[in-house]
């Protein structure tokens, strides 16, 4: 695992999950991407207990943040309707720490 520090806008609604008899939060993020196909990148983000409280009560839907934790790429099988299986790369970030994006403000005065 590597540090990673990102600007991520919230993509889906924040859900509790279970893992390992640890109870998690997890939202899907997107990253900006410089390539010229996708503008942006969609990961997970699982956020441990101590963050739990603040993420659901500061941040909503469509909020950017900036994000900082642990980066994991994981390959992952997916079957396709025609029940061919394609091997995917999923990003996954564990959260340690979250600040807010207060973008700059220019008055027009």
């Not at 991520?8 to 899907?28: E, H």
């Not at 900036?66 to 992952?76: A, F, L, P, R, T």
């Amino acid at each position: 695992m590597h540090l990673f520090v990102a600007t991520a806008q919230i993509v889906s609604l924040p859900k509790t999950i279970l893992i390992r008899n640890t109870c998690l939060l997890g939202l899907l993020v997107a990253l900006p991407n410089n390539k010229k196909k996708q503008s942006f990148c969609i990961c997970n983000l699982y956020v441990n207990p101590f963050l739990y409280n603040e993420l659901l009560e500061l941040y909503c839907q469509h909020d950017f943040i900036i994000i900082e934790g642990y980066v994991d790429v994981k390959k992952i099988q997916v079957k396709s309707h025609n029940n061919n299986i394609k091997t995917k790369k999923q990003i996954q970030v564990k959260l340690s720490k979250i600040h807010p994006y207060i973008p700059n403000i220019v008055s027009q005065y």
